[in-house]
């Protein structure tokens, strides 16, 4: 089984499994549209595609560095299988963490007497949270996030707000429903002083 930060960074597994997925779906793919599927600069595609090459995952075939295809070898497709194997196995094991760790979070909050809360951040966290919410007998008065393309859109029934939105729902602890911004949104609380004598909690 993958260690538990295996897939997260993006790591050099997740990239080589994307890559082979993007290679398998179209051969004809350039670098520079491979590099910006894989959300990586090119020079990085161009030194993962050639360890691939090397290893004996891909082939190589063209008139031209303009005209380039890459191909899977019967290697390319068991590497695919195999990453792709570990990648659901580390999922499993980490939404089941999540959730455990959450569960045990929201429990803690709620008998301390907080029931009307606020989830601050629209993302995995925040689905897999509203899954136990109502399991550790709190009320969700809504949704906030910063990202202007969320905000006005549905989730679960409740429009996604911004962070004025917190002082109208008026609850009794926001919850910052995000890891990897949560250092940004907490800064964000405390900077408003009229969200700063809310109770924050996060993960």
């Known amino acids: ?13 997740l990239r080589n499994l994307q890559l082979l997925e ?39 075939k063209g008139i031209n560095h303009k005209r380039i295809s890459y191909y899977l070898t ?18 499993i094991s980490y939404y089941g963490n999540l959730k455990k760790n959450l569960s045990d979070k929201l429990e803690a909050i709620s008998k301390e ?3 009307k809360v606020v989830f601050y ?25 910063d990202d202007p393309q ?5 989730k679960f029934n409740y429009i996604i707000g911004g962070v004025d939105k917190i002082k109208e729902l008026k609850p009794e602890a926001i919850i910052v429903t995000s890891i990897r911004y949560k250092d940004k949104i907490v800064k964000n ?15």
Do not use: W
């Open 1 to 13: 089984m993958p260690s538990n930060d295996s897939f997260q960074r993006p790591t050099e597994d």
């Open 22 to 60: 993007e290679i398998s779906r179209d051969s004809g793919a350039s670098q520079r549209k491979l590099s910006e599927k894989l959300g990586v600069a090119l020079g990085v595609t161009n030194a993962c595609l050639k360890k691939m090459a090397k290893k004996g995952y891909i082939k190589i």
């Open 74 to 91: 019967p290697e390319g497709f068991s590497e695919k299988t195999r990453l792709t194997y570990h990648f659901f196995e580390y999922v």
């Open 113 to 115: 007497g907080y029931r």
């Open 121 to 145: 951040g629209a993302g995995e966290v925040m689905e897999v949270a509203f899954v136990i919410c109502h399991e550790s007998g709190m009320e969700l008065l809504g949704i906030i996030d």
């Open 150 to 154: 969320k905000q006005g859109t549905k």
């Open 189 to 203: 609380i405390n900077s408003d002083p009229g969200l700063s004598k809310i109770p924050v909690f996060y993960f």
